[in-house]
């Protein structure tokens, strides 16, 4: 397989990963600061920019690792 493919798939994992990641850790904060606050679990509006921006980083990734792959080990 070539390499920057091989590159481009570990970062789609990687930021598929991350997103992920980033998603629990935040609605696992929604949910505590509901408790507290007598509220149903809501992501408030920097958790969501947060997510957006952990997603359109994701997208970028599998290109820079791609690329990176292609100019270290190609």
Same mark, same amino acid.
């Given at each position: 397989?070539?390499?920057?493919?091989?590159? =481009?798939?570990?970062?789609? $994992?990687?930021?598929?990963?991350?997103?992920?990641?980033?998603?629990?850790?935040?609605s696992?904060?929604?949910?505590?600061? =509901?408790?507290?606050?007598?509220?149903?679990?809501?992501?408030?509006? $920097?958790?969501?920019?947060?997510?957006?921006?952990?997603?359109?980083?994701a997208?970028?990734?599998?290109?820079?690792?791609?690329?990176?792959?292609?100019?270290?080990?190609?």
């Open positions: 397989m070539d390499e920057a493919i091989k590159g =481009a798939i570990l970062g789609g $994992v990687i930021g598929a990963a991350l997103v992920a990641l980033e998603y629990m850790m935040l696992k904060d929604a949910k505590e600061r =509901a408790v507290k606050l007598h509220r149903k679990p809501e992501l408030d509006e $920097v958790a969501r920019l947060r997510i957006k921006t952990m997603t359109r980083f997208f970028v990734l599998p290109l820079l690792f791609g690329a990176g792959f292609w100019l270290i080990w190609g």
